[in-house]
C-alpha cells in the first residue's frame, strides 16, 4: 500500500515557476514507479511525467518536455516536480500516482495508487 499527498499548487503568472511535491507513505514507494498527471475541467486526465523506481529513466509529455523536471527522493518517500515557464494551459488539478509496475506507463489506468490532487492555476 502507498498513500500520496501532493503540495505546492497555486497561483502563478505565466512564465513563472512552481515546485510541487508529493510525500508517500507506505514500505513499497521505493519499488514504485511513480508519476504525475493533471486534469483540466472538463477533460480527461492526462500523462504528465514518469520516473521509474531508481530513478534512472523519466518520461514527459510532449507539452512539458523541456519545461517540467521529475524527479525523486527515495530516502525522504517523495518525488517532486519542478514546472518552469508554465502557461496558462497548464491550468489543472495536478495528481501524483504511484505503481508496483517496474515500467512507466502514460496511462492513468496503470496506477493503483493516486493523491488527492493539488490546483495549478497559470494566469495570462
Known amino acids: 500500500q502507498v498513500q500520496l499527498v501532493e503540495s505546492g499548487g497555486g497561483l502563478v503568472q505565466a512564465g513563472g515557476s512552481l515546485r510541487l511535491s508529493c510525500a508517500a507513505s507506505?514500505?513499497?514507494?521505493?519499488?514504485?514507479?511513480v508519476g504525475w498527471f493533471r486534469q483540466a475541467s472538463g477533460n480527461e486526465r492526462e500523462f504528465v511525467a514518469a520516473?521509474?523506481?531508481?530513478?534512472?529513466?523519466?518520461y514527459y509529455a510532449d507539452s512539458v518536455k523541456g519545461r517540467f523536471t521529475i524527479s525523486r527522493d527515495n530516502a525522504k518517500n517523495s518525488e517532486h516536480l519542478q514546472m518552469n515557464s508554465l502557461k496558462p494551459e497548464d491550468t489543472a488539478v495536478y495528481y501524483c500516482?504511484?505503481?508496483?509496475?517496474?515500467?512507466?506507463?502514460?496511462?492513468?489506468?496503470?496506477?493503483?495508487?493516486w493523491g488527492q490532487g493539488t490546483q495549478v492555476t497559470v494566469s495570462s
Open positions: 507506505g514500505r513499497t514507494f521505493s519499488t514504485a514507479t
Open positions: 520516473i521509474t523506481w531508481n530513478g534512472r529513466t523519466t
Open positions: 500516482a504511484a505503481t508496483g509496475r517496474g515500467y512507466i506507463s502514460t496511462s492513468h489506468h496503470s496506477y493503483e495508487y
